[in-house]
């Protein structure tokens, strides 16, 4: 059924850029019969509306039909009472080109996959998803986060979430599914819990443990507390501090992360933040030869633009990382991202 559906959507995204690539050969066809008799600027201004008319258009056609197609899942799974206007499905095509701290740029395409089936959730919610979670300070050297963020972004799974319980202070999942991870076709089981208070000081503290099982690789195992604290009032704006521990398979002891940022949204569009993470490793492993494992500072900004669906990302750092002798070494990643379906 998996692959069913996958080379389901492939069909419909080719038909959408079938059809567009259709309708510019007719519009090229007309602009050519009414002759050339405006001047140069009204012809190249002519030529770049119709060029972002095209694109406007051939993404409206292919997000229609990949919603269409969420819908006919959802329906089939469900009642079959469908309703396109609640269904919050997208699909994001990546292109990143990344440079790890000391490292040469690489370049790497990916396809991130949501897919929401609100008839279906009160059987069961199924997950085609890859998203990204930012780079555990506990587990990785400074020098290769960038690098780890963007290939994690390869990883696909599956997962049926049996259980969700999401309250103001305490929220609690089940999930069990398929993952590719470490070269392997593995199954997992995941149990998440956490909790929320008011802290002093206008400080709201959250505890997170989450436990994953896989059958080829073992379990692994994180605790995190974060502290966030928003400037002025306001959600926009705010200070975050979060504490990692993490315990894996096959490792030796826990990996102890630590990133501090400061988050800023600049308006619809936009959004900054200026971070520094650092790591430490309670017992040495094959590979590392130091348990401290480094800092980075790093900023992130975020940025749509041209249309609400195109984005770009950028990621400048330093870093002193035990794998380069703790010497200063620059890197970052720059992403381009398109959003179809609901944004």
């Known amino acids: 059924m998996m692959l069913r559906a996958v080379l389901l959507l492939a069909v419909i995204l080719s038909l959408g850029v079938a059809e567009s690539n259709a309708d510019e050969t007719e519009s090229t066809r007309a602009n050519a019969a009414k002759g050339s008799g405006s001047g140069k600027s009204e012809e190249d201004a002519g030529v770049l509306s119709g060029v972002t008319s095209l694109v406007d258009e051939t993404h409206g056609k292919v997000s229609d039909r990949f919603s269409s197609f969420i819908v006919q899942i959802d329906d089939y799974l469900g009642a079959g009472e469908s309703d396109q206007q609640l269904n919050k499905s997208w699909a994001r095509i990546r292109l ?13 395409g990916t396809v991130k996959l949501r897919v929401v089936l609100p008839q279906s959730q009160q059987r ?27 290939r994690d972004n390869n990883n ?11 309250k103001k202070r305490f929220r609690l999942k089940y999930d069990l599914g398929a993952r590719y991870r470490d070269d392997k076709a593995q199954v997992f089981g995941r149990f998440i819990v956490g909790y929320k208070r008011d802290g002093g000081m206008g400080f709201t ?5 989450n436990f994953t099982y896989y059958s080829s690789s073992g379990y692994q195992n994180s605790f995190r507390i974060d502290s966030r604290r928003n400037f002025f009032h306001k959600e ?4 975050r501090n979060s504490l990692e521990f993490s315990w894996q398979d096959g490792l030796k002891g826990a990996g102890i992360g630590e990133t501090i940022g400061i988050y800023a949204n600049l308006g619809e569009r936009r959004a900054l933040a200026l971070e520094g993470i650092t790591g430490y490793a309670t017992a040495l492993n094959p590979g590392t030869s130091d348990r401290y494992r480094g800092a980075e500072v ?25 794998s380069n002798d703790y010497e200063k070494a620059y890197g970052g990643l720059f992403r381009v991202e398109v959003t179809l379906g609901s944004i």
């Open 96 to 108: 990143d080109t990344v440079k790890p701290a000391g490292d040469k740029p690489e370049l790497s």
């Open 156 to 166: 696909v799974a599956l997962a049926f979430r049996l259980v969700r319980t999401a």
């Open 298 to 322: 790093r900023l992130r900004f975020r940025h749509s633009i041209w249309r609400p669906w195109f984005y770009y990302e950028i990621w400048p750092s330093v870093s002193w990382s035990s």
């Open 236 to 239: 926009n704006l705010f200070f």
């Open 205 to 209: 503290h959250s505890f997170t443990n």
């Open 124 to 150: 069961f919610r199924l997950l085609v998803s890859n998203e990204d979670d930012a780079s555990s300070a506990a587990n990785s050297d400074a020098a290769e986060r960038e690098q780890i963020a963007s």
